[in-house]
């Protein structure tokens, strides 16, 4: 398994950028599909993002907004967030699955980072 952590998180204005960092060790980064994940205060953890080598997929409240993508020479998988609203507030989490296929299931991936914390402010 791979180690995950994140990095990136903040608060920003709405209509603000941000850019997440997921950082993993490990030599078999490469083959791991990888996602992104948030839960918002009061919720539960939602999809938002994820990646594989052949497609990447995202929730419908981030479509247009948000661009997953990855380094696997730097064994890092971003987030790219922009146009960003007060609803978008949350703790983001990294998540990976030894796997080809992403998947927006959180019961689909086998290991987690310990997530960043997002504030948009209004």
């Known amino acids: 398994q791979v180690q995950l952590a994140e990095f990136g998180g903040g608060l920003v204005q709405a209509g603000g950028s941000l850019r997440l960092s997921c950082a993993a060790s490990?030599?078999?980064?490469?083959?791991?599909?990888m996602g992104w994940f948030r839960q918002a205060p009061g919720k539960e953890r939602e999809f938002v993002a994820a990646?594989?080598?052949?497609?990447?997929t995202y929730a419908d409240s981030v479509k247009g907004r948000f661009t997953i993508s990855r380094d696997n020479a730097k064994n890092t998988v971003y987030l790219q967030m922009n146009s960003l609203k007060f609803e978008d507030t949350a703790v983001y989490y990294c998540?990976?699955?030894?796997?080809?296929?992403?998947?927006?299931?959180?019961?689909?991936?086998?290991?987690w980072g310990r997530g960043t914390r997002v504030t948009v402010s209004s």
């Open positions: 990646l594989s080598a052949s497609e990447r």
């Open positions: 998540a990976g699955r030894l796997a080809y296929t992403a998947s927006y299931r959180e019961t689909a991936y086998d290991c």
């Open positions: 490990g030599r078999t980064f490469s083959s791991y599909a």
